[in-house]
């Protein structure tokens, strides 16, 4: 190997022994890329027919509005699962930790569900970002689409086993 490829694999172990646990660790405690293999677990990708659920965990949303961006998934030939949630409102959230906790976990353990599309970003996630178990997103990976504070909910799962998302518009 040439003079700078070595020097620079020696800068990048120092670097990498310098990093304690602690840093990047999130709301859901874990330990950065601890044990993690470096290569990612990609979503399989949506074809037509394949279920997308549609949840809002966070900040209320406009029902006219999403319906008419609902209307253009169904369009493309994807059935879309709404929350059960999706159009409650509690104040300046969605509905109550305990409902919005409950769809997106519901979405998240469901293995037919093939993406996972948030419905609005905002304050609110992470009241219950905590408390939601993301192992079954390694066995079945979807896509986790949105932007905002939901990139909380998507840093996490790349973090404990490398499973990617897509940070879009909702």
Known sequence: RSVASRSLT??????????????????????????????????????????????????????????????????????????????????YLAGSDADRRADLQRMIRDPGIAALWFARGGYGLHRIAGDLDLAPLRRHPKALVGYSDITELQAAPWRRFRCGSLPEPM
Do not use: N, W
């Open 10 to 91: 020696s800068s990048l172990r120092r670097v990498a022994s310098s990093v304690t646990p602690e840093i990047g660790a999130g709301v859901f405690g874990e330990r950065p890329c601890e044990g993690v293999p470096m290569k990612g677990i990609a979503p399989p990708p949506l074809r037509p027919g394949d279920r997308i659920g549609v949840v809002a965990p966070a900040g209320p949303v406009r029902r006219e509005a999403l319906e008419a961006g609902i209307a253009v998934i169904e369009r493309r030939g994807f059935e879309v699962v709404r929350g059960r949630h999706l159009y409650d409102r509690q104040g």
